[in-house]
């Protein structure tokens, strides 16, 4: 593992020993006259040639006035010099005839009409090689970030969690709880109630009928409007829920048909209707037109009288969504 200390402002010195090394940055060449003008070349090697031929390390082949092998750069004692290779109109820095000039930083290079400012890198870098101890306190470091970023993670996630509350629907044909998030109504307070509302149904589907009572007691104090529940509490102090309740569990014993139990027959449909109506709700909720269309036409096809509540809520839903 390497560290770097670069940047704007003072310089920091390298530490001595073993360790530490110096990166060096080579010098460039740009071009500011001649075909080639606005060009950059890096010194990239210890000594460079410039010239008319191909051969050269820079060379500028469409300029008459510089010669095939015209002048050359190289390093010498931590320092760049130039030198003229015998040139027909000759080398001049800064207006002076070149021979091992030294370059400084911004000097500007003749090669007959061609003109080159040299410039010296502008930064600098030194590297050091860790040692062991440096390395392994790095490592923890990592791994410490690390740890913060998935506790940070988890904590959003139960923040989230708990700012998007879900309500627990009973779906009496497979006789599982389905979770699904909660969908405001206009009263602001529709989805507390429909939750009692459910709760209600599921206690009631028990055998739990008290519980049950309760749950819909409870929807009609959050909401009295709430035209079901307010149903299914009267029908269950008339005694219609529990007393069809009790024709389920002895259905398997043969009974005359009667207007009683033609009135359960009536309740047990209702109650499907009503479990239709709810899956229509919830695909409605998850942006799901098409089935949730499906199920509250499923509702008017089993109650099939217009003067029913149900019925009218059911038709509203059908015919808003078209």
Not at 136 to 152: C, H, P, T
Not at 272 to 298: C, I, P, Q, S
Request: net charge positive; hydrophobic share 30%; charged share 35%.
């Amino acid at each position: 593992m390497f560290e770097r200390f670069s940047g704007k402002g003072k310089r920091r010195e390298p530490a001595g020993g073993e360790n530490t090394m110096l990166l060096r940055v080579s010098p460039c060449l740009y071009v500011l006259s001649g075909r080639k003008k606005g060009k950059k070349y890096k010194v990239e090697k210890e000594s460079i040639s410039i010239g008319r031929e191909k051969s050269n390390d820079i060379s500028f082949e469409n300029e008459s006035s510089v010669s095939g092998s015209h002048a050359r750069i190289y390093r010498k004692e931590g320092a760049w010099y130039i030198s003229d290779a015998g040139s027909s109109n000759g080398t001049l820095v800064d207006g002076r005839k070149a021979g091992d000039t030294e370059l400084k930083d911004g000097a500007v290079i003749e090669l007959g009409n061609v003109r080159l400012r040299y410039e010296e890198a502008r930064s600098s870098a030194v590297w050091r090689l860790y040692d062991r101890d440096e390395g392994r306190k790095q490592s923890y470091r990592i791994v410490m970030l690390a740890v913060f970023l998935v506790i940070v993670v988890a904590v959003i996630y139960l923040l989230s969690s708990v700012s998007n509350p879900k309500v627990v629907r009973y779906d009496s044909d497979d006789t599982c709880l389905h979770y699904v998030p909660v969908v405001e109504e206009e009263t602001g307070v529709g989805d507390t109630a429909e939750s009692h509302y459910i709760r209600g149904m599921s206690e009631y589907n028990r055998g739990n009928f008290k519980a049950a009572g309760t749950c819909w007691s409870e929807a009609l104090k959050i909401k009295p409007g709430h035209e079901r529940a307010g149903a299914k509490l009267k029908m269950l102090e008339d005694g219609m829920l529990e007393s069809n309740k009790r024709r389920i569990v002895s259905s398997k014993t043969k009974k005359k048909t009667s207007a009683k139990e033609v009135s359960a027959d009536k309740i047990k449909k209702h109650e499907t209707a009503e479990l239709y109506y709810r899956k229509g709700r919830v695909f409605h909720a998850a942006n799901d037109v098409k089935k949730a269309v499906y199920y509250w036409k499923k509702v008017l096809k089993i109650i099939d009288d217009p003067e029913d509540e149900l019925y009218r809520q059911a038709l509203e839903k059908v015919n808003k969504t078209k």
